[in-house]
C-alpha cells in the first residue's frame, strides 16, 4: 500500500524527469549531464514522497514509498531521454547547409546518422565498437537505448531509497513535532 505522498510525489518526479531530459538533451545538449542529474532526481524524489506523506514508521513503508516515486521518476527519465535520442536518429534525413558539404547521400533514419558519422570522421570509432554499415549501426541504437533505460531507471531509484533508508534509522518526530510540521504546512 503506498501513501498518497508517495503517489504525489511520482507525478512530481515524472515532470522532474521530463524537464531534466529536455533540459540536458535538447537545451544545453550534454547528454552525459542527463545521468549525472539521475541519482539526485531520485535522492530528491525519495526524500519528497515519504516527506509529503509524513512517513516515519513502519520502515518497510519509507522504502515502498521512495522505491516507487524513484521507479516511476527513473521509468520516466529514460524514456524521455531514449524517445527523444530515437526520434532524432530516426528523423535524420541527411541534411546539412551546403557550407558543411551539403546534403548527404542516404535515406532518412539511422543511415542518414551514421554516414554523419562517417563524414565527421568517426569511422575508426564505430569500427572500434563493431559498426560496420548502418545496419550494424541501428542494432547499436537499439541496445544502447536499452542499457540506458536500465541505467537511468537504477540510477534514480537508488538515490530514492537513500534518503528513506536514512529516515528509517533516525528516531521518529516526538508528537510535539508532528503537531507543529502539520501546523506549519496549513
Given at each position: 500500500m503506498?501513501?498518497?505522498?508517495?503517489?504525489y510525489?511520482?507525478?512530481?518526479?515524472?515532470?522532474?524527469?521530463?524537464?531534466?531530459a529536455?533540459?540536458?538533451?535538447?537545451?544545453?545538449?550534454?547528454?552525459?549531464?542527463v545521468?549525472?542529474?539521475?541519482?539526485?532526481a531520485g535522492?530528491?524524489?525519495?526524500?519528497?514522497?515519504?516527506h509529503?506523506?509524513?512517513?516515519?514508521r513502519?520502515?518497510?513503508?519509507?522504502l515502498?514509498n521512495a522505491a516507487?516515486?524513484?521507479?516511476?521518476?527513473g521509468?520516466?527519465l529514460?524514456l524521455?531521454?531514449?524517445?527523444?535520442?530515437?526520434?532524432?536518429?530516426?528523423a535524420?534525413?541527411?541534411y546539412?547547409p551546403?557550407?558543411m558539404?551539403g546534403?548527404?547521400?542516404?535515406?532518412?533514419?539511422?543511415?542518414?546518422?551514421?554516414a554523419?558519422?562517417?563524414?565527421?570522421?568517426h569511422?575508426?570509432?564505430?569500427?572500434d565498437?563493431?559498426?560496420?554499415?548502418?545496419?550494424?549501426?541501428?542494432?547499436a541504437?537499439?541496445?544502447?537505448?536499452?542499457?540506458?533505460?536500465?541505467q537511468?531507471?537504477?540510477?534514480a531509484?537508488g538515490g530514492?531509497?537513500?534518503?528513506?533508508?536514512?529516515?528509517a534509522w533516525?528516531?521518529?518526530p516526538?508528537?510535539a513535532e508532528v503537531e507543529?510540521?502539520?501546523?506549519?504546512?496549513?
Amino acid at each position: 500500500m503506498l501513501d498518497r505522498g508517495a503517489i504525489y510525489a511520482a507525478v512530481v518526479g515524472l515532470g522532474m524527469a521530463v524537464t531534466i531530459a529536455i533540459s540536458f538533451e535538447l537545451v544545453i545538449a550534454i547528454q552525459a549531464l542527463v545521468f549525472i542529474a539521475a541519482p539526485f532526481a531520485g535522492l530528491t524524489i525519495g526524500w519528497y514522497a515519504n516527506h509529503k506523506a509524513m512517513r516515519w514508521r513502519p520502515r518497510w513503508r519509507l522504502l515502498t514509498n521512495a522505491a516507487f516515486a524513484g521507479l516511476v521518476t527513473g521509468v520516466s527519465l529514460a524514456l524521455m531521454y531514449v524517445g527523444l535520442r530515437l526520434l532524432f536518429i530516426y528523423a535524420d534525413s541527411g541534411y546539412r547547409p551546403e557550407t558543411m558539404g551539403g546534403q548527404l547521400d542516404c535515406s532518412t533514419g539511422p543511415a542518414c546518422t551514421y554516414a554523419r558519422f562517417l563524414d565527421e570522421g568517426h569511422g575508426q570509432d564505430l569500427m572500434d565498437e563493431g559498426i560496420t554499415d548502418a545496419a550494424a549501426f541501428e542494432s547499436a541504437v537499439w541496445r544502447t537505448s536499452g542499457e540506458w533505460t536500465i541505467q537511468l531507471t537504477l540510477l534514480a531509484l537508488g538515490g530514492a531509497l537513500v534518503p528513506a533508508a536514512w529516515r528509517a534509522w533516525r528516531p521518529a518526530p516526538t508528537q510535539a513535532e508532528v503537531e507543529a510540521a502539520i501546523a506549519a504546512t496549513g
